[in-house]
């Protein structure tokens, strides 16, 4: 099934040039100049990947960001022409999964889109069909519907947010690295130690789970290691 990929940003120049390089790779592209127009796209046609721009003329990509994540779950990538780190942390608090800031590298681009939809739509680690309910202790996650209840409150995830307490989930009561996760969400492709794209997602993780770093109910930060569910 050929992937749809939504593309929203005001500069024609940009989204014809993704459209290329995501169409070379068999993509069905989308493109708007307005986060309106895209919105109410999304409402009536299946979206798989949205491309943001943060500035477009109507409102901010941060914005039209949130309004997806009311009702929504697919990958979202941000762009930027700011090269700041309050830009991306705005971005992944909102619910975006990674983000790309311009001038950007084509070939990248289509590399980050790959990867996100790989591990939204394929990534599913060794496990028998019975297998695809985890419940611990309140928590429950249904790995085939990327639904998740904590205490029979529905928990709103985003992939990326699903992906990591899964496998924190799946390695309950094991200390699981940042480099880890990283890898199993994202591949190889972006990895450096300063990288703190684990950290906020952890952080939004807790905001959603109502859980503290100093009294953790749920996720446990182990200084200099990594991050761990208890058993």
């Avoid at 069905?28 to 109410?40: E, I, M, P, S």
């Avoid at 608090?93 to 394929?122: C, I, S």
């Avoid at 990895?191 to 703190?196: A, R, T």
Wanted: proline residues 3%; charged residues 25%.
């Amino acid at each position: 099934m050929i992937e749809n990929i939504l593309v929203v940003d005001d500069e024609q120049a940009i989204t014809d040039l993704i459209e290329i390089y995501l169409k070379n790779e068999n993509y069905n592209v989308t493109k708007f100049y307005t986060g309106q127009d895209a919105l109410r796209y999304i409402e009536r046609e299946k979206v798989d990947l949205a491309i943001l721009d943060v500035m477009l003329p109507d409102m901010n990509g941060f914005t039209v960001c949130q309004r997806i994540r009311e009702n929504h779950h697919f990958p979202v990538i941000m762009l930027t022409a700011k090269d700041e780190e309050t830009d991306k942390i705005t971005g992944l608090t909102l619910g975006a999964d990674d983000y790309m800031t311009k001038p950007f590298r084509p070939l990248e681009m289509v590399a980050r889109v790959k990867a996100q939809l790989r591990r939204y739509k394929k990534y599913q680690p060794m496990s028998k069909p019975d297998e695809g309910i985890i419940s611990y202790s309140g928590l429950v996650m249904n790995v085939n519907t990327h639904e998740c209840w904590l205490n029979e409150e529905t928990l709103s995830l985003t992939p990326t947010e699903f992906s990591i307490l899964r496998m924190l989930c799946e390695n309950k009561g094991k200390v699981v690295s940042s480099e880890q996760l990283f890898h199993a969400i994202w591949g190889n492709e972006y990895y450096n130690k300063n990288n703190n794209t684990i950290t906020v997602h952890i952080r939004h993780l807790r905001e959603k789970m109502s859980d503290s770093v100093d009294h953790p109910k749920w996720i446990r930060t182990i200084w200099g290691v990594g991050y761990k569910i208890e058993k």
